[in-house]
């Protein structure tokens, strides 16, 4: 539906960091440049900028798409600030994609940042809500429960947790922009069973981190493409879906919305048996836990035998597995929480285009890229492929 | 001039909020005040929510009945928490749990405690610890934790089937009286 | 493109504090009612989208818990901006062009008076140079006021003039914030707040929302006989720097207004987002308006002014004047950053 976008230009932070030693500015505009760079566009080539990012509590500054129009080249042109909690940086590309099916727009640059570093996540993640009890442990603290529960229904074994961190951070080992490049004596099974547990059933290895970056994609019509100097992706697919965060005896574990835009995405970009169908997934793992329960909730795994998958090493590159997930090393190894939506549809993009160096997966024609945001409640998602639909 | 590259400013932000709990909080919190659970239910769904928050998510319409409740429920969910929550004086680790109130269809937040972590599980029965009496106010605060009661589990599958065919049921009889 | 009409809209009462109303509350009263306006329900709208911003009422991911209201089970499509809800529109707009959609509801909301308006606005500039001094946004106002008065483009009458327009207009509309009769001499006999900015040259903090309802023409023919088409829209954004920029002239609300196409026909009326009272001087001359043009027939942003839903209300009024055949092409306006850094325009008209 709509006109055909094409993605032909990806940046990324070239390290994400805990702390990385540059402005917003300057950290947004790293990204763009390495995008644009790899278009083979200048700032004057695009039209529109689309920016995305989580709370403005993460960083202190109240719509900061204000102050980076001059950084990312935007004076004079349209600009605007998608915010869609975690699920933001896939939200923003469909966003951007948007404005290129609409036809309205012939280029376009979009970008997603998060520097939390600036100032404490863990504390945005859990003000005082007043007149409630002081109870918001983070995000771990609200996901948690919902692991727990899952553990429940399936008789999942204690440590397929730590048996996916381990295999998302093993693959983390072979891309440069990854946060965390854990030594080989690090990664072992008895070490992660080992960390301390936080939020149990959450260990310590489990959960992401906390990391500054940036992400950008130039995105374009068919015309525009036919010049690009690197081979395209193209969007075969969107869709975003929500529902409240909380509701009478609310399905957590298997949301209805993840299953809904799961179901309209394929059925936009033909999949139908997305284990089969999609050659590799980015996916919005930030507790290792939710690879099981997105394996289910997307369909690539029946209900109750996700952690089956997972345990299979069917999700691993380095195992040789048919569905590798996550082999940039995820949300696991790197997360700037307004950017690594981004960054799961810029990985899949760049996948399909062949361009992903060591971690390529060979022959790599369909991609998912998959963000959730609020508590979980929150889905964008997109299918790319090596050719237009 | 000094040589040294300045990387680093620290820009304090100090804003002062006034909130206001909304018109459906606030009915809970004057009842909480007095030692009382009142959910409000949803005309539409028939489910109970407590504490109610002005609308019922599912239909987008506001919860008008109010329904006092029981102060025992069952626990739906947990987390043993080991990491500190930034500002509030709890010691881990603690429990925080998902509980739903007996009679209501909406899980919340709370501590669970007067027994040992490692013992709590999905299922299990509880009754709210109110604080001294001196100490209440507009607050879900005015409950120190929820204790085991010591009934046996609860199966939590059959509980949410019976509670959406109580619901059901309270629609069909609204519908019947009009 | 396809042809988009605002079939619907409305607004919560304008007051300086809603008192024990969350967001959730504020939010149900609009949808609900755009949704009675055209008999809709969820199901027959195939996009959400909406504009809040965290920092006015202190928490993050307030917009998460405003989704209550929308009554979104089954899921819905739904997106949301950290800006006015203007932009929101803007991206319904452009969503229902990729032929995804056919119908939109689009929403905004902003307790302001939870917080204290003109130091959470500070926030919104560069965290490097300018927010450590706080410079508030009623000073920098100033600045900009001050610098076209010196320039001779405007007086002190002007400004009054504006003023005198907005709380008169403003009691034609019963649920207005600030509305009354008064003369020129009254409002400068007033003392400067800010100089050259008097109390009444400044927006009042509101508390509120609004929604509108958008439809392909397939959709908006069934609803009304008449209706009002968007036929024209764009936004630009300039510097963000005020020394960076002409505070004499809204260079972007100009590019945006040619890109509307707002010179194209006779422009009846102009509900234009200028929070300041000069502002609405500025924004008329970057469109090229004369005094043909009735601007802000319901009061303007000087009579109520819902941050992050009042460029969406401006749509909603000019759509439903459009509707009733008291105008037959309007202009919608909306801003945001210091200055009228980025400016929103667009042209409807009635078929």
């Known amino acids: 539906m709509g006109n055909a976008c094409a993605i032909v230009g990806i940046g990324q932070s070239e390290r994400y960091k805990s702390k990385i030693k540059k402005s917003m500015a300057g950290l947004v505009r790293e990204a763009a440049l390495n995008a644009l760079a790899d278009a083979g566009c200048t700032w004057a080539d695009i039209d529109a900028v689309i920016i995305g990012k989580a709370p403005d509590f993460f960083e202190g500054v109240v719509m900061p798409e204000l102050f980076l129009a001059d950084a990312l080249g935007c004076v004079g042109k349209p600009m605007m600030r998608v915010h869609t909690a975690g699920s933001v940086g896939g939200s923003t590309a469909i966003v951007a994609a948007t404005h290129i099916q609409s036809g309205v727009f012939k280029r376009v640059l979009t970008v997603a940042y998060e520097k939390q570093s600036e100032s404490n996540a863990m504390w945005a993640l859990s003000t005082r809500q007043p007149f409630s009890p002081h109870l918001n442990a983070g995000a771990g603290g609200f996901f948690a429960p919902i692991i727990r529960e899952y553990k429940r229904r399936t008789g999942a074994p204690d440590d397929i947790g730590c048996k996916v961190a381990l295999k998302d951070r093993t693959h983390a080992l072979k891309n440069p922009h990854a946060h965390m490049h854990e030594p080989a004596e690090n990664l072992t099974l008895e070490n992660y069973m080992d960390s301390m547990m936080l939020w149990d059933p959450i260990r310590y290895a489990e959960v992401c981190p906390s990391s500054d970056g940036a992400c950008a994609m130039v995105l374009c019509n068919e015309d525009l493409a036919k010049k690009s100097p690197n081979k395209p992706a193209w969007v075969l697919g969107t869709a975003m879906k929500s529902e409240p965060t909380m509701y009478p005896w609310r399905e957590e574990v298997n949301p209805q919305a993840g299953i809904n835009c799961a179901k309209e995405v394929y059925s936009q970009a033909g999949i139908v048996n997305p284990r089969k169908d999609l050659d590799m997934a980015e996916v919005y793992v930030p507790f290792s836990w939710y690879e099981p329960m997105w394996l289910e909730n997307l369909g690539f795994a029946d209900v109750g035998e996700g952690w089956k998958l997972s345990d299979s090493g069917a999700t691993s590159l380095?195992?040789?597995?048919?569905?590798?997930?996550?082999?940039?090393?995820?949300?696991?190894s790197s997360n700037p929480i307004g950017a690594s939506g981004m960054i799961r549809f810029a990985e899949a993009a760049l996948q399909v285009r062949g361009m992903a160096g060591e971690r390529q997966v060979p022959g790599c024609k369909k991609a998912l890229g998959h963000a959730y945001g609020g508590g979980a409640q929150f889905f964008s998602m997109w299918v790319v492929g090596s050719e237009k639909r | 001039m000094s040589e040294k590259n300045i990387e680093l400013i620290e820009c304090p932000i100090v804003l002062n909020y006034n909130f206001s709990a909304g018109r459906a909080p606030t009915q809970f919190l004057r009842s909480m005040k007095q030692g009382k659970l009142v959910g409000q239910r949803s005309p539409l769904t028939g489910k109970v929510i407590v504490p109610p928050r002005g609308a019922c998510p599912e239909s987008g319409q506001p919860t008008t009945e109010e329904v006092p409740l029981p102060d025992t429920g069952t626990v739906i969910t947990f987390t043993i928490v080991y990491l500190p929550i930034p500002t509030s004086a709890l010691e881990p680790p603690f429990v925080v749990a998902n509980l739903v109130l007996d009679g209501s269809?909406?899980?919340?937040?709370?501590?669970?405690?007067?027994?040992?972590?490692?013992?709590?599980?999905?299922?299990?029965?509880?009754?709210?610890?109110?604080?001294?009496?001196?100490?209440?106010?507009?607050?879900?605060?005015?409950?120190?934790?929820?204790?085991?009661?010591?009934?046996?589990?609860?199966?939590?599958?059959?509980?949410?089937?019976?509670?959406?065919?109580?619901?059901?049921?309270?629609?069909?009889?609204?519908?019947?009286?009009? | 493109m396809r042809e988009v009409a605002i079939v619907a809209y409305a607004q919560t009462p304008?007051?300086?504090?809603?008192?024990?109303?969350?967001?959730?509350?504020?939010?149900?009263?609009?949808?609900?009612?755009?949704?009675?306006?055209?008999?809709?329900?969820?199901?027959?709208?195939?996009?959400?989208?909406?504009?809040?911003?965290?920092?006015?009422?202190?928490?993050?991911?307030?917009?998460?818990?405003?989704?209550?209201?929308?009554?979104?089970?089954?899921?819905?499509?739904?997106?949301?901006?950290?800006?006015?809800?203007?932009?929101?529109?803007?991206?319904?707009?452009?969503?229902?062009?990729?032929?995804?959609?056919?119908?939109?509801?689009?929403?905004?909301?902003?307790?302001?008076?939870?917080?204290?308006?003109?130091?959470?606005?500070?926030?919104?500039?560069?965290?490097?140079?300018?927010?450590?001094?706080?410079?508030?946004?009623?000073?920098?106002?100033?600045?900009?006021?001050?610098a076209l008065l010196d320039a001779g483009r405007i007086t002190e009458e002007d400004m009054a003039r504006v003023v005198q327009k907005s709380r008169r207009n403003a009691m034609k509309k019963s649920n207005a914030q600030l509305k009354g009769e008064y003369s020129i001499e009254q409002l400068l006999a007033q003392p400067m707040l800010t100089s050259p900015l008097r109390r009444h040259d400044c927006p009042p903090v509101t508390d509120g929302a609004s929604a509108v309802i958008l439809a392909t023409r397939e959709v908006a023919e069934k609803l009304h006989k008449r209706n009002a088409y968007i036929t024209g829209i764009d936004h630009r954004i300039e510097a963000h720097q005020l020394g960076s920029r002409d505070l004499l002239n809204s260079s972007s609300t100009k590019i945006a207004g040619e890109g509307a196409g707002v010179k194209k026909g006779k422009v009846d009326i102009a509900e234009l987002h200028t929070p300041f009272s000069f502002q609405e001087l500025m924004v008329k001359a970057a469109l090229g308006l004369d005094d043909s043009t009735v601007i802000n027939p319901s009061g303007g942003p000087l009579a109520g002014n819902i941050m992050m839903s009042a460029g969406l209300s401006n749509f909603g009024e000019v759509a439903m004047r459009i509707i009733k055949g008291e105008a037959n092409r309007g202009v919608a306006h909306a801003t945001s950053g210091a200055c009228l850094q980025q400016n929103l325009v667009a042209v409807l008209e009635g078929k």
């Open chain 1, 318 to 332: 380095d195992r040789g597995g048919d569905i590798p997930w996550n082999v940039s090393g995820g949300v696991l």
């Open chain 2, 105 to 178: 269809d909406q899980t919340f937040i709370h501590l669970v405690s007067g027994c040992k972590n490692e013992d709590v599980q999905i299922g299990m029965r509880v009754k709210a610890v109110w604080k001294d009496k001196s100490e209440w106010d507009y607050s879900m605060d005015n409950i120190a934790y929820f204790a085991p009661t010591g009934e046996p589990n609860v199966d939590i599958v059959a509980l949410k089937a019976s509670r959406l065919e109580e619901a059901r049921r309270y629609v069909k009889a609204q519908g019947e009286k009009k």
């Open chain 3, 14 to 146: 304008l007051v300086r504090d809603c008192g024990a109303r969350n967001d959730v509350e504020l939010v149900m009263d609009v949808v609900n009612a755009v949704k009675q306006q055209t008999g809709f329900t969820n199901k027959d709208l195939d996009f959400f989208c909406s504009g809040s911003c965290d920092y006015l009422g202190g928490s993050a991911f307030a917009f998460v818990n405003a989704l209550d209201a929308l009554g979104a089970v089954p899921p819905i499509a739904e997106s949301h901006v950290e800006m006015d809800a203007a932009w929101a529109l803007y991206e319904a707009w452009l969503k229902i062009q990729t032929g995804h959609a056919n119908t939109a509801l689009v929403y905004g909301f902003g307790k302001c008076s939870q917080g204290d308006l003109p130091d959470v606005l500070t926030l919104q500039l560069d965290p490097y140079y300018t927010q450590p001094l706080w410079p508030d946004t009623i000073s920098l106002a100033a600045l900009q006021a001050r």
